[in-house]
């Protein structure tokens, strides 16, 4: 996916829905997304549509939602749900738009599209030449810096819990199935 040479010296603007009936998660990966890019030396602003729930949601996160959409930036990142036809007239001027959101019913708006994973429906929805970057790691990013871990399973430990309970088990046919199982 190449988006060109972002010019450094304009923020990267951010337009995110949050509140109790839309949710905090938009906000969330947002904000991850936000902080990952400062520390690469980006200056990010934040468009914020929320009500007092997702507002109060970006306050705790040290977030400004001070920026609108006739700010000048070098890209914007879409994290909605819908756009209301204000939003997507002002944004309609800034390139590249990119959606971050699984879920928008606006995708049409976006030039490029980065997923964990493309829903179904969502294809259908975006303009002919969108560029579109699917990668399952994706869904770490409000993982806190958490990475895919590698499965092996030459060795494999197995704990046992058992709970406090009254219903009890026998348990040594499931210890002697374990107990007999190769590389356990």
Do not use: W
Not at 60 to 74: F, N, Q, S, V
Not at 141 to 152: D, F, K, N, P, S
């Amino acid at each position: 996916m190449s988006l060109g040479t972002p010019d450094r010296n304009l923020p990267v603007l951010f337009h995110v829905q949050a509140g109790a009936r839309v949710g905090m998660g938009h906000l969330a990966r947002s904000s991850a997304l936000m902080a990952g890019l400062q520390a690469k030396g980006f200056t990010c602003r934040l468009s914020l549509d929320a009500d007092a729930a997702g507002h109060s949601f970006a306050q705790e996160r040290g977030l400004d939602a001070t920026a609108t959409l006739d700010d000048p930036c070098c890209a914007l990142v879409i994290d909605a749900l819908a756009l209301p036809a204000t939003t997507r007239d002002a944004a309609g001027h800034i390139f590249p738009r990119l959606l971050i959101s699984p879920v928008c019913a606006d995708a049409d708006i976006a030039t490029h599209v980065m997923l964990r994973d493309m829903p179904p429906g969502l294809a259908g929805q975006l303009a002919p030449n969108t560029q579109v970057l699917t990668n399952p790691d994706f869904a770490f990013v409000t993982a806190q810096g958490l990475a895919r871990r590698a499965l092996g399973f030459e060795d494999l430990r197995i704990g046992l819990c058992l709970s406090g309970g009254v219903d009890g088990m026998a348990l040594d046919p499931l210890v002697n199935m374990l107990a007999g199982l190769p590389h356990v």
